[in-house]
């Protein structure tokens, strides 16, 4: 049974620069969050999608958008990078809309110079 | 808004010894619990949740128990192993009806010694 699964794994970007991130959900799974982590914090929500659509977003800006397939992946779209966006995007997903338990993928580890 | 405080670390124990992680939480309605553990250089991975006022979650020898009238999730474990060092995460869902976002504390990292 096949986890979350993220990539790439590591990236490095300038400022000013895009990014495109992706994620897998677990098998079974309809419901992907996106959360950014920086260092030696908690992890911060950023938005979810569920049939395809935004169904609840975090605290941060436009410069931060997603997309999800059909097949239930999903990408996390950033623009305009800044050296702030510099953290750990992890991708969480579950079942349904308002499933409880979230399953986290390794993350993928952007670092803007 | 939904807010979780945890205790800060590091918090250094040797083999075998008693760990307790504190946790509270502020939010609005019956969030559901959470322990995450993330190990070096990883995702994170649950450890254990509670759904209800007075749930005991447990996992690989660690518990919580929710409380609600202290508004905590306290992490305990009897006696810790050196392969339990990572940074734990106590976590709570909004309710149904608001999607299921996390909101996390800011991490205790654990350190077990021989």
């Known amino acids: 049974d096949a986890g979350v699964t993220q990539s790439p794994t590591h990236l490095i970007k300038t400022r000013g620069q895009q990014v495109t991130l992706r994620c897998s959900p677990k098998?079974?799974?309809?419901?992907v969050s996106w959360y950014q982590q920086a260092l030696g914090q908690g992890p911060q929500f950023i938005f979810q999608?569920?049939?395809?659509?935004?169904?609840q977003r975090g605290n941060f800006p436009d410069r931060f958008s997603g997309h999800q397939f059909p097949n239930y992946s999903s990408e996390l779209n950033v623009n305009a990078l800044l050296l702030g966006d510099s953290a750990l995007y992890l991708c969480?997903?579950?079942?349904?809309?308002?499933?409880?338990?979230?399953?986290f993928g390794p993350g993928t580890r952007l670092l803007v110079l | 808004g939904d807010s979780v405080t945890q205790m800060e670390g590091p918090v250094t124990l040797s083999e075998e010894a008693f760990l307790t992680i504190n946790c509270t939480y502020t939010?609005?309605?019956?969030?559901?619990l959470f322990w995450y553990v993330q190990y070096p250089g990883e995702g994170l991975q649950l450890l254990l949740k509670?759904?209800?006022?007075?749930d005991k979650g447990s996992n690989k020898g660690f518990e919580a128990t929710y409380r609600k009238e202290t508004t905590s999730f306290h992490l305990e474990k009897g006696s810790v192993q050196v392969s339990d060092s990572a940074v734990y995460f106590c976590?709570?869902?909004?309710?149904?009806?608001?999607?299921?976002?996390?909101?996390f504390g800011t991490g205790t990292q654990l350190k077990v010694e021989l």
């Open positions: 969480a997903s579950s079942l349904g809309d308002r499933g409880e338990t979230q399953y």
């Open positions: 098998s079974g799974h309809d419901t």
């Open positions: 999608y569920y049939e395809e659509e935004e169904r």
């Open positions: 939010a609005t309605g019956y969030p559901s």
């Open positions: 509670a759904t209800k006022a007075d």
């Open positions: 976590a709570l869902s909004d309710q149904p009806g608001g999607g299921n976002k996390l909101t």
